[in-house]
T-cell receptor, first 115, second 113 residues
Framework: DADVTQTPRNRITKTGKRIMLECSQT?????MYWYRQDPGLGLRLIYY???????NKGEISDGYSVSRQAQAKFSLSLESAIPNQTALYFC??????????????FGAGSRLTVL | GNSVTQMEGPVTLSEEAFLTINCTYT??????LFWYVQYPGEGLQLLLKATKADDKGSNKGFEATYRKETTSFHLEKGSVQVSDSAVYFCALASQTGANNLFFGTGTRLTVIP
């Protein structure tokens, strides 16, 4: 099994619908992240969490919300999806220190299309 | 602020050619620098990293040297293979702040036989 698992891998939805992307990890890492990837823009941070009680906005959090249900689970929600949220979304984890500090482990991505 | 600028692609090379993908950065303090690679249909994975000036990161034949004087971390490989076809991202981790990485826009490399 993958260290970081994202579901669904692909989703097509309509404008105005609520969508949840889920992420679970077996790395035992405290830190979890949601990124969005768009062609020509690289990866942009949406939200991040350092532990279950710590949630922080990234550079493009508007229109998104997150929930850290457990150390291993971090979900991203679009309350009312719009077409410009069509993108590839990545969940990632990071160890808080030691040799793994600053090294992200990524899931395989969730491709979302909003019509 | 923190930012990464990397060479725009796409880059197309013949097998066994020499590869350079340029990356420069802006950061306060002494950031750590990374190259991540994204193969088709997959998430990003760490290729190599360097944590201080003059460090050289290397992996799978790829190398990059942390040059503080030129604020650069260029990726090189002496002889590329078809299997190296992927998108390459340069990134930095600020010494201060939220342990977040700042990514470049990515460079797509295609290696043809």
């Amino acid at each position: 099994d993958a260290d970081v698992t994202q579901t669904p891998r692909n989703r097509i939805t309509k404008t105005g619908k609520r969508i949840m992307l889920e992420c679970s990890q077996t790395k035992g890492h405290d830190r979890m992240y949601w990124y969005r990837q768009d062609p020509g823009l690289g990866l942009r941070l949406i939200y991040y969490s350092f532990d279950v009680k710590d949630i922080n906005k990234g550079e493009i959090s508007d229109g998104y919300s997150v929930s850290r249900q457990a150390q291993a689970k971090f979900s991203l929600s679009l309350e009312s999806a719009i077409p410009n949220q069509t993108a590839l979304y990545f969940c990632a984890t990071m160890s808080g220190g030691g040799l793994g500090a600053n090294v992200l482990t990524f899931g395989a991505g969730s491709r979302l299309t909003v019509l | 602020g923190n930012s990464v600028t990397q060479m725009e692609g796409p880059v197309t090379l013949s097998e066994e050619a020499f590869l350079t993908i340029n990356c420069t950065y802006t950061a306060t303090g002494y950031p750590s620098l990374f190259w991540y690679v994204q193969y088709p249909g997959e998430g990003l994975q760490l290729l190599l990293k360097a944590t201080k000036a003059d460090d050289k990161g290397s992996n799978k034949g790829f190398e990059a040297t942390y040059r503080k004087e030129t604020t650069s971390f260029h990726l090189e490989k002496g002889s590329v293979q078809v299997s190296d076809s992927a998108v390459y991202f340069c990134a930095l981790a600020s010494q201060t702040g939220a342990n977040n990485l700042f990514f470049g826009t990515g460079t797509r490399l295609t290696v043809i036989p």
